[in-house]
């Protein structure tokens, strides 16, 4: 990853950090186990499904593009074995 994609990340993630921050309980931030468990159930709960579910629209449009070869290249393939069964 590049330098600037870096610190575009850093930049994001301390702005996430101060959202969530403020909506973190006080109390369960006084120990490092509590701050564990918080930031831990919060990129569980609000930041991790938003990147999956970000990831996995990114991911349908290539995959449909791609299916429509397989399938062209498959019928020929089969119009072919049928020519040789002739």
Do not use: C, N, W
């Amino acid at each position: 990853m590049d330098t600037s994609k870096a610190e575009k990340i850093k930049a994001h993630a301390r702005a996430i950090a101060e959202l969530l921050y403020e909506e973190t309980d006080a109390e369960a931030l006084k120990t490092l186990e509590g701050i564990e468990l918080a930031v831990r159930s919060q990129l569980l709960q609000q930041v991790g499904p938003e990147i999956g579910e970000f990831f996995a629209k990114q991911r349908v449009a290539p995959e449909q593009v791609a299916i429509e070869p397989l399938k062209a290249s498959s019928e020929t393939s089969k119009s072919q074995k049928s020519k040789r069964k002739s």
